[in-house]
């Protein structure tokens, strides 16, 4: 069993920061590209950035300048470094990471259960 936890959102005003972490834990052979994914209100679910296990990275455009995604492979942990917050920034940020379990023979992506990040005006 694999689980992923999330911490770090809150309510920051804007221009303020915060600092997301998500830690996967479990039957773990390995983890691939990790990633960050928010959902506004009424909105779908759409991807932040990801990360590669080499440390590529890339960014939706309007976090692009503001976010900063990193990882610790030793800690099967993914950050999300969030400065300049923007009131339009507010959604549940869910982590994601393709994992491979051992025992199984090829990766599958794992979600965690979401934090809430609110940037008021």
């Known amino acids: 069993q694999v689980q992923l936890v999330e911490s770090g959102g809150g309510l920051v005003q804007a221009g303020g920061s915060l600092r997301l972490s998500c830690a996967a834990s479990?039957?773990?052979?390995?983890?691939?590209?990790m990633g960050w994914y928010r959902q506004a209100p009424g909105k779908q679910r759409d991807v932040v950035a990801h990360?590669?296990?080499?440390?590529?990275?890339n960014y939706v455009d309007s976090v692009k300048g503001r976010f900063t995604v990193s990882r610790d492979n030793a800690k099967n942990t993914v950050y999300l470094q969030m400065n300049s917050l923007k009131p339009e920034d507010t959604a549940v940020y869910y982590c994601?990471?393709?994992?491979?379990?051992?025992?199984?023979?090829?990766?599958?992506?794992?979600w965690g259960q979401g934090t809430q990040v609110t940037v008021s005006s």
């Open positions: 990360i590669t296990r080499g440390g590529d990275t």
């Open positions: 994601n990471a393709v994992i491979y379990r051992l025992g199984l023979p090829g990766p599958r992506a794992y």
């Open positions: 479990g039957s773990i052979v390995s983890i691939g590209t």
